[in-house]
């Protein structure tokens, strides 16, 4: 999809709908709004006299007005509460206009562009925040599907001035890349288990410098391991976990140099797991095929790289994804195994349905002895507990640098993607020791999400590291928060704007 800017009057401008807006409560439409209803005879405002249209957040009002107006369609959107207006919903009120749009099989919509003014914000910023999220909602996956859904090619932004064009187009760029990276990250998430196993997600990653610009692309080098490397290093976590599938783990390592020889770097650890069905310690038949997503933060991670690459974001950044398809079998690894990691440090199993702390301990090893990075951001979908904690509403963050925590939390805040703190006390460490071993990979029924983060705060060691737990966020059942049902790209926003936020790390 084209999304564009048009300097010039919504009225003479032709598309197959044009959408203009309105915050609750507002009897008089001003404005662009206002100049459509008076110039197509008042069926806004009688709309809004007669209580069929109030403006509330997400409530649409098609018309199609006879005369006074190019178009044949107008789509009035609320905007809801003009005090509780913020650049996420100017992100999540892209989704029913272009919902409808391909339910009505329009091909080109031109849109006043929300937030920009009587919401107060920034023309650059609305036009972001606009963009990206028709990018996102015009996101399908219907690889699959026989019939597939219809396609709206361009979306216009309607501006009537020339002045505020510049900030616009450059709003409008960054939505759209923003968008198209987190898009992408989306399809694999998406992509069935049997479509996506280590090897598949390897030659995803593989490809990722291959789908932006040329120099772009060259700022960005990927490299996957296999078990030959993964056994040389001694990744007992990693091996334990993939030892069960017929294809062998893959350590996807992706380097991207924005910044300047010697920077250091930052490091984004996603978890890809392929597909968890517990292992050993199954998990039970109702919605085990939901966790096809167990790779989202690895997908999200590798998005952030391509994100990165298309943003121009000068820093040094790697994305350290360890892949295993995690399967009971003969050769799985058993509760009761005891691994040695490539820390050094040795874990006891009780669950085989708690790899994903096992894989990524390994993958933080190996980014602190490669990189010995300033940061390291992991992101997972690590534990149930963490969805019964935060609902699919917000992430939770842990972390053992407060500083860096809470520039996680600001990133939080102004992207729109939402994280809570959990603590990382000390007295948590309790329930992840073992008789046998250093550690043991499950914490019991208490604290499930904290344990998890605190048995990967025992490998993080001195590296100030941060931990997202976003197996609550990463997939969303039906709609929610401006989300079609399916992946929602998280926690690529959140990524995107703590990379771009000022700081040496
Ligand atoms: N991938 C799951 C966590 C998960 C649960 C993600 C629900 C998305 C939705 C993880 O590997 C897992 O199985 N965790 C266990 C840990 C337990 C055995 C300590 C869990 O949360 O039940
Ligand atoms: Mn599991
Ligand atoms: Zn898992």
Known sequence: MKIELVVGDILRHKAD?????????????????????????????AAIRDGDFQGKWGETLLLRPEKGIASRRVLVLGLGKKEKFTPDLVRQSALPVVRLAKKLKLSAVASVLH??????????????????????????????????GSRLERFQWIERRQAPAVPIR????????????????RDLVASPP?????????????????????????????????????????????????????????????????????????VLIGKGVTFDTGGISLKKWEG????????????????????????????????????????PSGTAYRPGDVLRMMSGKTVE?????????????????????RYRPAAMVDAATLTGACVVALGSVTMGVMGNDAELVSRMKDASSASGEKAWELPLHEEYSEQIKS???????????EAGAITAGYFLKEFAGATPWVHLDIAGVAWMEKDKAGYAPGPTGVPVRLIVQFLSQAGRR
């Open 17 to 45: 709908m044009i959408v203009v807006n309105l915050f609750e409560g507002v009897k008089t439409p001003g404005g662009a709004t206002g100049a459509v209803d008076a110039s197509i005879g008042g069926a806004i405002s």
């Open 115 to 148: 937030g920009a003014g009587a919401g107060g914000l920034d023309p650059e910023t609305a036009a972001r925040f606009a963009s990206l999220g028709v990018a996102l909602s015009g996101y399908e996956y219907d690889r699959y599907k026989s019939e597939k």
């Open 170 to 185: 450059k709003g409008i760029a960054y939505g759209a890349a923003l968008g198209g990276a987190i898009n992408w990250g």
């Open 194 to 266: 049997a479509d996506m196993r280590p090897d598949g997600l390897a030659r995803a990653a593989k490809a990722l410098p291959a789908g932006l610009p040329p120099a772009a692309g060259r700022k960005i080098r990927v490299k996957v391991y296999g078990r030959k490397e993964i056994e040389g290093w001694k990744m007992g976590g990693i091996l334990a976990v993939g030892r069960g599938s017929e294809i062998p783990p893959r350590l996807i390592v992706a380097e991207y140099r924005g910044g300047r020889t010697g920077d250091p770097w930052t």
């Open 288 to 327: 085990m095929e939901k966790m096809k997503y167990d790779m989202a933060g690895g997908a999200g991670m590798l998005a952030a790289i391509r994100a990165a690459g298309a943003l121009g974001i000068p820093k040094n950044l790697v994305a350290v994804v360890p892949a295993v398809e995690n399967m």
């Open 349 to 369: 199993v009780l669950s085989t349905d708690a790899e994903g702390r096992l894989i990524l301990a390994d993958a933080i090893a190996f980014a602190r002895k």
């Open 435 to 445: 008789e046998v071993a250093d550690l043991k990979n499950v914490g019991g029924p």
